[in-house]
C-alpha cells in the first residue's frame, strides 16, 4: 500500500496541488497565525487532533510513510480498519 501512495504522490496532477500548496506556505500566504498557540490554545489544540484523529490508522499509516519516505512502525492493533458507522 506504500508503494501505491508513493506513486499517487508522484502522478503530476497531484504534484502540481502540492507544489502550488508548498509555494504559498515559503510565502507566507498559509500558515498558522502567529497569535495563535497550538500548544496553549485548547481549543485549537482538540481541533487539530480531532481532525488527525478522524483519520483510520490503517489509511493515514501509509500515507504518511509515502511523504516521509520510511516506514512507521505497527503501535498496536488500531493499525487494522475498522468499518465506518452511519
Same mark, same amino acid.
Given at each position: 500500500m506504500r508503494?501505491? /501512495?508513493a506513486s499517487l504522490l508522484q502522478e503530476p496532477s !497531484?504534484?502540481?496541488?502540492?507544489?502550488a500548496v508548498e @509555494?504559498?506556505?515559503k510565502e507566507g500566504? !498559509?500558515?498558522i @497565525?502567529?497569535?495563535?498557540?497550538?500548544?496553549?490554545?485548547?481549543g485549537l489544540?482538540?481541533?487539530? !487532533?480531532?481532525?488527525?484523529l478522524s483519520f483510520e490508522g490503517a489509511w493515514l499509516r501509509p500515507a504518511l510513510e509515502a511523504? /516521509?519516505?520510511?516506514a512507521i512502525p505497527r503501535s498496536h492493533a488500531s493499525? @487494522?480498519?475498522?468499518?465506518h458507522r452511519v
Open positions: 508503494g501505491k /501512495f !497531484l504534484r502540481c496541488i502540492l507544489a @509555494r504559498e506556505v500566504r !498559509l500558515s @497565525r502567529p497569535d495563535r498557540d497550538c500548544t496553549s490554545d485548547l489544540r482538540d481541533g487539530l !487532533l480531532l481532525r488527525l511523504v /516521509f519516505a520510511q493499525d @487494522r480498519l475498522l468499518p
